[in-house]
T-cell receptor
């Protein structure tokens, strides 16, 4: 079963617009970790942020912000004032800490392609 | 500079041929991972290794093999048993293996079948 769902396949914006990427996850574990990665056209995945299930404090880092809500199992990511260099595929991933076959394995969503045009 | 290197960047495989993808890291990480990425899809785990001389199958291990003889190296062999090998392969590492650890990725190898 798909544990991480990124419903948006592609988002196109004009430079300086805000972009919000949705991520919905599914887990029975009480302890788990959520990640966002960026994959630019070069292909290498770049780590952006990690959150554990006990830390619902949202954060802003420069033009990036995150909204983690356990009640809705969502971990959304926003780019404020987008730039052309933000064009990439963004992946949300889940790592579960319960004693199952999934322990410690990163489970990725399908990714959201962000296209920022000048 | 510390990091993960993967070679080659592009690799071509003929029918019935085994090919080996290289992954080297100088981050002193204990755990290493191999993922496969198909177009429009997320990454899927092939194999992972928490420590030297030990490795476990991931979700799609059939048709692949690995070895972990050195801490810094985790080569992946795509065997002739893998019938659909065309994909982008990414190697990652972390300190050490565990659900709380951030995995860091290499630049990837694109495998194409001739």
């Amino acid at each position: 079963a798909q544990k991480v769902t990124q419903a948006q396949t592609e988002i196109s914006v004009v430079e300086k617009e805000d972009v919000t990427l949705d991520c919905v996850y599914e887990t029975r574990d009480t302890t788990y970790y959520l990640f966002w990665y960026k994959q630019p056209p070069s292909g290498e995945l770049v780590f952006l942020i990690r959150r554990n299930s006990f830390d619902e404090q949202n954060e802003i880092s420069g033009r990036y912000s995150w909204n983690f809500q356990k009640s809705t199992s969502s971990f959304n990511f926003t780019i404020t004032a987008s730039q052309v260099v933000d064009s990439a595929v963004y992946f949300c991933a889940l790592s579960e800490a319960g004693w199952t076959d999934s322990w410690g394995k990163l489970q990725f969503g399908a990714g959201t392609q962000v296209v920022v045009t000048p | 500079d510390g990091g993960i290197t993967q070679s080659p960047k592009y690799l071509f495989r003929k029918e019935g041929q085994n090919v080996t993808l290289s992954c080297e890291q100088n981050l002193n990480h204990d755990a290493m991972y191999w993922y496969r990425q198909d177009p429009g899809q997320g990454l899927r785990l092939i194999y992972y290794s928490q420590i030297v001389n030990d490795f476990q199958k991931g979700d799609i291990a059939e048709g692949y093999s690995v070895s972990r003889e050195k801490k810094e190296s985790f080569p992946l062999t795509v065997t002739s048993a893998q019938k659909n090998p065309t994909a982008f392969y990414l190697c990652a590492s972390s300190v050490p293996g565990g659900p709380w650890e951030t995995q860091y990725f290499g630049p990837g190898t694109r495998l194409l079948v001739l």
